[in-house]
């Protein structure tokens, strides 16, 4: 697993989509990337109001950074190769920004191995 913790809205689009591309080289069938972020809620980038007005701090003090929309860093996701994209629900009130969890797996579990392995494991235990 891969925690992507208040990092997208440092890099471009293209950065972004260049480090998703490295990461899913890097994690195993399976593999998780969790992206925490202040991203934007509605259509046309207007909310959450914080998240807008983070977004001008970031064009202000980074070379490409911006927010980002769930939708738009869900496509970079899938284009990069990761599959079931989805936004992880947090309790109200533990959020470090609302709605801000994302998560993306490689494809393939790995886990039919793991079982294989335990199982094989228990058996020449008990032998």
Known sequence: MIWYSNVLHIYSPEENQAIFRRVRAALRPGGRLIIQDAFLHDRKGLYPVEASLFAVSMLLFTRGGNTYSVPETARWLKEAGFVGVKQ????????????????????????????????????????
């Open 88 to 127: 992880l629900p947090l309790k109200k009130g533990t959020e470090d920004w609302e709605e801000g969890i994302l998560e993306a797996s490689v494809p393939g579990s790995g886990l039919e191995t793991t079982v294989r392995r335990i199982r094989s494991n228990r058996n020449r235990k008990a032998r």
